[in-house]
């Protein structure tokens, strides 16, 4: 006779946890180390095989697993080490030569070196904890709770951490019973719109036809996200177990991922994850040997932004061009292979074994009214702790910044004199553009806006998927609008004229304005452009795509001004409105690091043995400002190009 779901996942459970090592040390030491792609482009690959070097010259016995990420991804390459007799510490910013000082002093001297340890991850007398740090305290992680901390490649380290067993609660609750518990969690779809979850399960659920499809969007094309790729990556088994019990709830047996294929990493684990399952009776045929059947394929698309939208997505699928089409029919009731078809985001299917297992009440007891639960925002650009954080939904745009991301980072410029310390010059912020490409540019005066769909929306920005792009006083806000707008004139499918011509229109005004070519009447015609684009297209690409314009002309109108009237970037970021000076009292005549800096060679002596730029072959890259060392800081930048002073001409003769 074969055994209950019950026993048998019991059984799973068991064999789990004996392959599990667990962070605090009891089974021997084990070192996990951050292998997701950002660990990967920081280096951890050497410092693994450091590890692997170092414990083997001491022979020293210790387990090395590799995890995903923690999304501190600024202090890559990390790694945890579990000691018996010590707390789990975490450390940061490893290289394979720390690795190996750090292994010898732990280990032969009982020494820890708490100099690069963030802290230690478990409550303990010995070693402040990382949850102590401002970068943690505000956090409150749900679906990054087994980020960094399990393997992803070994399903025994999910089941042992307490996955799937959400799954078997939500085998002996009926359909209904399910989508109501998620209606309680008040989830909304983390995708961008956040569209309430149970709704659009019901009405597929309720859908007479039949089969009936889940597709599970991984496409996350938004320059800057990265939520998605994470939780791929690191914790892969909380989307399969997501999307079994969506499948169930809404009576699919097939569900799709779809992935962009520039995304390698999480293609390969997905893809292992998926096959684990189904050689534990997790996915297949009456999984857990219940009535319920339900399988997975990964799908790769392209890479092209628009087929993140539901109908385009679909129509990828189906192996057409990924085109929107009009809405209704909703994918929900007419979708793949015109059947019923329910999509989610990641995270939005990542998030349901969580309410399942531990209940809608203890998900929706963080949050505000209207957004229950917490959202995963990547913080990238300038500032200081880049990476992913997960807060409840309320939390100020201002903690997230400041409070969790460290604020904007000073630039650090090294001397050229032995012993002289580096100087650190100070950036002021100056916004935050969110919800990616169809997101909006805010300006400081709103950063008390606690974030929630709704709140962001009445900013003239939107949620989006989590992408959050940090600003400061260097970067240009009508090039800002610019580059946003080249992104999704680039990636629009080109089937309605508004959006194909009308952003490219909008495109032209915005390079011409910030080459100093623009008029006055061009405020005006964008913001008409902006309107008839929003009204006349089709889908959402188009529809959203003028909101950084719309954002930065309404909190940054003065910039644009400053552009058309006088010809003059005020964050001098603009090339066709800056100008290289160096300034003749502060250069340190005979130092030449500018000189042999630029590709160019537009750098000259002057008769008075000072150095000049030449202007006509200069191409504006700041490899001379860069060069020129902190003491001298000679190189300045100047707008517009008008006020440039008169140089010296060339020292005919130059010693070099
Ligand atoms: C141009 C465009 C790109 C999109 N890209 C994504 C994406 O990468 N991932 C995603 O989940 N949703 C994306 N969406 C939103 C989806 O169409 C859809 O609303 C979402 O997947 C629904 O899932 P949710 O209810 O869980 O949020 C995009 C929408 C548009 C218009
Ligand atoms: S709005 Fe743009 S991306 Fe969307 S269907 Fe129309 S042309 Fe294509
Ligand atoms: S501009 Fe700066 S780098 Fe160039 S010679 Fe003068 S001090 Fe040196």
């Not at 692997?52 to 080490?81: F, N, S, W």
């Not at 000691?83 to 789990?88: A, I, S, T």
């Not at 009009?326 to 990641?346: D, F, Q, S």
């Not at 930065?552 to 000076?581: G, M, N, Q």
Request: glycine content about 10%.
């Amino acid at each position: 006779m074969e055994m209950a779901v019950k026993e048998r996942f019991e059984e799973l459970r068991k064999n789990a946890l004996s392959d599990f090592p667990g962070m605090n040390g009891k089974k021997g030491v084990t070192i996990y180390v951050g292998t997701a792609t950002c660990g990967r482009s920081a280096g951890s690959l050497e410092v693994l095989s450091s590890f692997e070097d170092i414990l083997k010259t001491l022979k020293i016995e210790a387990r090395i697993v590799q995890v995903g990420c923690h999304g501190h991804c600024y202090a890559e390459p990390m790694a945890v080490v579990s000691k018996p007799g010590w707390p789990p510490i975490m450390y940061g910013y490893l290289t394979p030569n720390r690795t190996q000082i750090l292994i010898k002093r732990f280990f032969n001297e009982e020494d820890p070196a708490l100099e690069w340890a963030l802290g230690a991850i478990e409550e303990n007398d010995m070693v402040p904890t990382v949850y102590e740090t401002p970068r943690w305290s505000k956090e409150r992680r749900w679906l990054l709770k087994n980020c960094g901390y399990i393997d992803p490649e070994n399903i025994n380290h999910y089941i042992a951490v307490g996955g799937y067993e959400g799954l078997t609660y939500a085998i002996e609750m009926e359909s209904r019973g399910i989508i109501e518990e998620i209606e309680a969690a008040g989830l909304r779809g983390l995708g961008g719109a956040g569209f309430d979850t149970w709704k659009k399960w019901d009405i597929c659920r309720d859908a007479p036809e039949f089969p009936k499809y889940l597709i599970c969007n991984a496409d996350e094309g938004d320059p800057g996200a990265f939520m998605d790729r994470t939780i791929m990556e690191s914790d892969p088994h909380s989307i399969i177990e997501g999307m079994i019990i969506a499948g169930y709830a809404i009576g699919a047996e097939s569900g799709y991922v779809y992935i962009r294929k520039e995304y390698p990493q999480a293609v390969s684990v997905l893809t292992t994850a998926v096959y684990q399952a189904r050689e534990l009776g997790l996915l297949g045929k009456n999984i857990l040997n219940s009535k319920i059947s339900f399988d997975i394929k990964i799908n790769q698309g392209a890479g092209a932004f628009v087929c993140g939208e539901e109908t385009a997505l679909i129509a990828s699928i189906e192996g057409k061009r990924g085109m929107p089409k009009p809405r209704p029919p909703y994918p929900a009731n007419r979708g793949l292979w015109e059947k019923p078809t329910l999509i989610n985001n990641v995270k939005t299917l990542a998030s349901i074994p969580k309410i399942i297992t531990y209940g809608a009440g203890k998900v929706s007891s963080v949050g505000m009214e209207g957004c229950m639960g917490t959202a995963v925002f990547a913080l990238a650009g300038k500032i200081k702790n880049a990476g992913l954080v997960e807060i409840p939904f309320g939390t100020t745009l201002r903690e997230i910044i400041f409070d969790i991301g460290g604020g904007v980072p000073p630039i650090i410029k090294t001397s050229n004199v032995a012993g002289e310390l580096p100087k650190t010059i100070k950036r002021q912020f100056k916004a935050v553009q969110i919800g990616g490409p169809s997101g909006g540019c805010l300006p400081e005066s709103l950063l008390d806006t606690p974030v929630c769909f709704d709140t962001i929306v009445d900013t003239g920005a939107i949620m989006g998927s989590g992408g959050m792009v940090v600003l400061d006083e260097d970067n240009c806000a009508v090039e800002t609008a610019r580059y946003f707008l080249e992104f999704t004139q680039k990636e629009s499918c080109g089937k309605c004229t508004f959006c194909r011509i009308g952003t490219k229109h909008m495109l032209d005004i915005l390079t011409d304005i910030t080459k100093g070519a623009g008029a006055m009447e061009d405020l005006c015609l964008l913001e008409e452009l902006a309107e008839t684009i929003k009204q006349g297209s089709l889908c959402n690409l188009g529809k959203t795509a003028p909101n950084p314009i719309l954002t930065t002309l309404s909190y940054f109108r003065e910039e644009y001004e400053a552009h058309i009237l006088d010809k003059r970037c005020p964050s001098l970021e603009c090339k066709d409105l800056v100008a290289y000076y160096i300034l003749p009292e502060k250069c340190q005549r005979a130092c030449d690091a500018c000189v042999g800096s630029c590709p160019t060679e537009a750098i000259y002596t002057r008769r008075d043995r000072l150095k000049a730029i030449e202007q006509k072959k200069c191409v504006k890259c700041a490899s001379c400002m860069d060069a020129c060392p902190a003491q001298y800081d000679a190189v300045v930048k100047i707008s517009p190009v008008s006020e440039l002073p008169e140089s010296e001409p060339r020292y005919d003769n130059p010693p070099y």
